[in-house]
């Protein structure tokens, strides 16, 4: 094993621990909107698409290197846009949770 | 210039993670969308100067671009909130479809004999990639109801299934130990398309969330081994990152569901309609039907209302109609209160958002745990396009594909009122005990027009 496939792995095996991690409490309201801002971040691909696509130099990789740019752009680009809209849907929450405590102490 | 390059790919990484922590919290969950984005900048930002364009490169990359944002941006802008899974499923399979082909274009440029190191990755990234694309193009068609949401299965399935992937087991050899030539790599993505539909095919339409949530997984991991492939840090980091989380988002959506993955993912097998025999028996039950006036005094003079909200009521926009009901009733004393379940509309978390978007007061919104010891002091449920998630043959039938399944005691209330178009059955396709209960009351019609009416007659009542 090089050096730096020992160094990627190291860090492979610490972001499993942190992505199980960091979303373990998180409230079945927030699943689908966590779905969709994860689904969002792996559009990282994006950064590995454009450099294929950069050094593209003959006609089956320009259109490989094409289609991956595209599809990569549009999950990117979606995937933070809608999960942005659902979210605002849940901005008028904080203001209804004021009243919470009134309703309990009756 | 490098290390400044690995700097900012760290920061992005850093960003990664905190905007997931902020997402896992109402509260914050905007702003950890923001703080993902800016992490997605600074990477781009970070990859734009390490371009080093040949000829058609910078065009491609331009138009790429564009076309990609626009499509994006028009996809999410434009889709309704009840389609929500589906345009994430489609988002997902884009991601899917990039990472395979960033793995197909790297081997084309390695030639024949890559590397263990760059062919590992590769073929990996292939084929899971490839599994994600088709399998989220499937998930999306059956969600968008372009076709059936019935599981498909066929005599001979898993024999099927089982060659498709000792096939692509063949072709991975090929590729890694024999020669890696276009028609070997190539192959083997056609063949991981085929896997992609031919797994998802026999899943129900209702455990679609599921499956995009794993395809999701799918997607990171092999986002993460393009970055092996790339020897890009940000890519294996945020690649693994959501394949970690979206592997136990996809476990807690499960077990909201009641049921094991395998049971999710493989419960189909095996079974070619087993259900529909006793399905059949139960025509011809009368169910119990009432005037619109009948009910609005039912309900204008209850003390306690449950309402359960399901996907009808999305599908026939009739979130605010039904707060504007709800606002009603409370005026006139009655305690209204709403049971959220947690599969409620298509994915969990999908119901909490469509009723946020018609304002209603988030104190009304009670999840299954905290409102089930309720349901026997209610005077009315009022259940609006929901079925499945109050069906008792989910507590009673063992054979029932539901079984097992935590569900909303709706049957313990006092009466029971059914806003349905039809008797047909819910999204699981299963014939429900509970409409053709004597203390039940069916309305039928589209949820927003009964509900327009029923506020019309309780504001005479």
């Known amino acids: 094993m090089t050096n ?4 990627e792995f190291t860090f492979f095996v610490l972001a499993v621990f942190v992505g199980i991690e960091v979303i373990s409490k998180v409230p079945t309201m927030l699943h689908t909107p966590l779905m969709s801002g994860t689904n969002a971040i792996h559009g990282i691909i994006l950064v590995g698409a454009l450099l294929i696509a950069a050094g593209a130099n003959s006609p089956v990789t320009v259109i490989l290197g ?9 999950n990117v680009v979606g995937g933070f846009v809608v999960t942005d809209r659902m979210l605002e849907m849940f901005k008028g929450r904080q203001a209804a949770k004021a009243p919470e405590p009134a309703t309990k102490s009756k | 210039m490098t290390t400044v390059y690995a ?24 702003n950890g969308n923001y703080t993902a984005a800016a992490g997605m900048v600074i990477a781009l930002g970070a990859t734009l100067p390490q371009l080093h364009f040949t000829g058609a490169g910078g065009i491609i990359v331009l138009i790429g671009v564009i076309v990609g944002a626009g499509v994006g941006t028009f996809g999410a802008r434009q889709v309704k909130m009840t389609a929500i899974p589906q345009m994430v499923a489609l988002f997902n399979g884009a991601g899917g479809g990039a990472a ?10 390695f030639g024949s004999h890559p590397p263990i190191n760059e062919a590992l990755p590769s073929v990996f990234s292939i084929v899971i990639g490839s599994v994600s694309f088709s399998g989220s193009l499937i998930a999306f068609a059956k969600l968008q109801e372009l076709m059936t949401g019935t599981p498909i299965t066929y005599p001979g399935q898993q024999l099927v299934n089982g060659l498709i992937a000792a096939a692509i087991i063949g072709f991975v050899i090929a590729v890694l130990a024999i020669a890696s030539i276009p028609f070997s790599f190539l192959s083997l993505m056609v063949l991981a398309l085929i896997l992609g539909v031919a797994f998802v095919l026999p899943i129900g339409g209702a455990d679609m969330p599921v499956v995009i949530s794993l395809l999701n997984a799918f997607t990171g991991l092999a986002v993460a081994a393009s970055g092996f492939l790339l020897n890009n840090f940000a890519l294996i980091v945020a690649g693994t990152l959501v394949g970690a989380s979206g592997s136990l988002l996809t476990k807690l959506m499960s077990d909201a569901m009641g049921r094991s993955l395998g049971n999710v993912l493989f419960g189909a097998f095996g079974q070619v309609r087993a259900t529909a025999g006793a399905a059949a028996g139960k025509e011809g039950r009368s169910v119990r039907t009432s005037s619109i006036e009948d009910l609005a005094t039912l309900l204008a003079y209850s003390r306690r209302v449950i309402i359960v909200p399901g996907y009808g009521l999305a599908v026939a926009q009739a979130q605010h109609a039904v707060r504007e009901l709800a606002d009603l009733l409370e005026k006139k004393g009655v305690e209204v209160n709403y049971a959220i379940h947690p599969v409620a509309g298509r994915m969990p978390g999908h119901m909490n958002v469509l009723l946020a978007e018609a304002n209603v007061p988030y104190e009304q919104l009670k999840e299954m745990d905290e409102i089930n010891d309720d349901f026997k002091d209610a005077d009315v449920v009022l259940v609006v396009g929901a079925n499945d998630v109050v069906n008792p043959a989910a507590r009673n039938t063992p054979g029932s594909p539901i079984y097992g399944m935590p569900i909303l005691n709706a049957d313990q209330a006092k009466n ?17 005990d509970l409409l053709y209960d004597p203390k039940t009351i069916m309305l039928f019609g589209d949820a927003k027009d009964s509900l327009t009416k029923l506020v019309n007659a309780v504001k005479a009542a």
């Open chain 1, 66 to 74: 094409f289609l991956a740019v595209v599809l990569a752009t549009t």
């Open chain 2, 100 to 109: 395979a082909l960033v793995a197909v274009s790297e081997l084309i440029k």
């Open chain 2, 7 to 30: 700097l900012a790919y760290l920061l992005a990484a850093v960003l990664f993670i905190l905007g997931l922590k902020q997402l896992s919290s109402p509260r914050t969950a905007r």
């Open chain 1, 4 to 7: 730096e496939l020992l160094n």
């Open chain 2, 416 to 432: 029971i009122v059914f806003l349905k178009r039809s008797m047909r059955p819910g999204f699981a396709g299963i014939d429900n």
